[in-house]
Structures are given as structure tokens and as C-alpha cells.
């Protein structure tokens, strides 16, 4: 079996997200159990806006665009949070998935969660959850970081992440880059999201017409053969024990004067063509 394609797609604005991405694309390639791709989502203020924010230039990574999505096996995706919610960049992505909606094209695959506020308040776990319509009306499964990284309990410093997904504080004025504790549950993330992705791969298999297909058929013929041997065998034996009680039966009526003792013996005789006709009257019934 091949290995997962896992895309890393983030949108990043002053590079606090670009930052986490590297470290969760990492954390997938450490395994070696799966493929990893980097994309950055197309960013939709002017370049006018932009200078303004005093946000740096965007790095030179291909964008992701929405029909490349289906080629990915399993996507975690990265972005700061918009009082609480995603950015418009992000959301322009998806709005532009109508098609893959209508086609059911990303139905089962799963996805996890990154990302950045301001301060350990803005947005840690609300980011990602009011994300969640999203991936539900796609039917996308929706993988959580859990405290999968007990230092995520740690109240006495300042630490971003949070069940949802990892993530990062930024500070109010974008000054704080991401921690070393904060890019190493990053890679974590990635790691534990492989996982989840090759379990999901390997139960996705589709078979192989001309080798496990045959094999399966060659298995389901046997068993099938299997089947009507034993249901053969019980007509045998269920034919017998008919014909043995209706012989007793005649005997018993012989010997109270339905039936000359004679006929007993002739009809404990007919069993032989009465158990073959049933039974292949049965096998016919099997095959209709």
C-alpha cells in the first residue's frame, strides 16, 4: 500500500502560521509513514492593504487552490484566527468548493487544525470550533490534537495550542514568534495526525479486481461450495430420518391392518430415490 498524501495548507499574515506549518510538515516527514506537500492560501487584500499592515512578502510556496484538494489523502490546515473564526482568506478557499460539495469529494478525508491569536484568550479553541461547519457539511473527519503533549496543562508560562490543534500566541502587537515548547507539540501533531491518516488509508483500500478481487471470489466460491456441501449433507440426513419415520410409521400401520406387514419392507426400500429427489429438488431451490 502507498503511503498517505498528507497537504499542509495555511494562510499566514505576518508568518506566525507559516512558522507552525514548517514544524507540523516536520512532524510528518519524521515518520516516514507518509508523503507531505506545503501550500499557503491565496491571500485576498491588495498589495496596498498589506504594505499598510507593514506584513512581510508572502514566501515563495505554491497556492492551493480547490480542485487540487481531492488529491490530498488527509489535510491539515493552519491559519490566525478572525475574532474567533477563520480569516476571509480561508474562507474565500472554501467558498469556492461548491463543486467538490456537490460531488462529495472530500467526504472521509480527515483534516486537523493549527493556528494563531493575539493572546492565550483570543481564539485558541474558538477559532477551531467555529470552524467546524465546514468541515461537516463536506463530511470531512475532523482529527484533534488532544493533550496529546502534557506541557499543554502548563499555566505558568505563556503557550499556545490547545486541544483543537496546536497553535501559537502572537502577542497584540504580532512581536512574539512561536516558542521552542509551541513548535515541538507542532511536529507533535504532526506525527500523532499520521497516525490517524494511515489507519484511515489502509480501512480505504480499494480492492484489486484482476489479484484480491480473484482471491476474494476464489474465497467467497469455496466457502459457497463449503455451504452446499453441508446444506447437502443435512438434506441427506434430514431425508433420512424422514424415510426412517415414515417406514416406522407404515410398519406400525401394517400391524394394526392399514397395510399387509409386506409393505414395510418396500418402503423402507424407496428412501433411496426419495432422499436424492429431495435433495436435488433443494440444491434447485438454492439456485433460482
Do not use: C
Not at 268 to 280: D, F, M, S, T, Y
Amino acid at each position: 500500500m502507498s503511503k498517505p498524501k498528507i497537504f499542509v495548507i495555511y494562510y499566514s499574515t505576518y508568518g506566525h502560521v507559516h512558522t507552525l506549518a514548517q514544524s507540523v510538515l516536520k512532524g510528518i516527514l519524521a515518520t516516514n509513514q507518509a508523503t507531505a506537500e506545503l501550500y499557503q492560501i491565496a491571500e485576498t487584500l491588495s498589495p496596498e492593504t498589506l504594505e499598510k499592515m507593514h506584513a512581510p512578502d508572502k514566501p515563495n510556496i505554491p497556492e492551493i487552490t480547490a480542485e487540487k484538494l481531492v488529491e490530498a489523502d488527509a489535510i491539515l490546515l493552519g491559519f490566525p484566527t478572525r475574532y474567533g473564526m477563520a480569516p476571509a482568506q480561508v474562507k474565500a478557499l472554501f467558498d469556492s468548493t461548491g463543486k467538490l460539495w456537490a460531488e462529495g469529494a472530500l467526504i472521509g478525508k480527515p483534516v486537523g487544525l493549527f493556528f494563531s491569536t493575539a493572546s492565550q484568550h483570543g481564539g485558541q479553541e474558538a477559532t477551531a470550533f467555529t470552524f467546524m461547519p465546514h468541515l461537516a457539511h463536506h463530511g470531512m473527519i475532523f482529527v484533534p490534537l488532544g493533550y496529546a503533549d502534557k506541557r499543554m496543562s502548563d499555566n505558568g508560562v505563556v503557550l499556545g495550542g490547545s486541544p483543537w490543534g496546536s497553535g501559537t500566541v502572537a502577542g497584540p502587537t504580532g512581536d512574539r514568534v512561536p516558542s521552542a515548547v509551541e513548535l515541538e507539540i507542532a511536529e507533535l501533531q504532526g506525527k500523532k495526525f499520521v497516525e490517524v491518516a494511515v489507519k484511515l488509508a489502509r480501512r480505504n483500500v480499494p480492492t484489486d479486481v484482476t489479484t484480491g478481487g480473484a482471491a476474494s471470489a476464489g474465497a467467497g466460491a469455496g466457502a459457497g461450495a463449503g455451504a452446499v456441501g453441508a446444506t447437502a449433507g443435512a438434506a441427506n440426513a434430514a431425508g433420512a430420518t424422514n424415510d426412517t419415520t415414515n417406514a416406522a410409521t407404515d410398519t406400525a400401520g401394517a400391524a394394526a391392518g392399514d397395510k399387509p406387514a409386506g409393505d414395510a419392507s418396500q418402503t423402507a426400500e424407496q428412501p433411496k430415490h426419495g432422499r436424492i429427489g429431495r435433495l436435488v429438488a433443494r440444491l434447485k431451490g438454492m439456485f433460482v
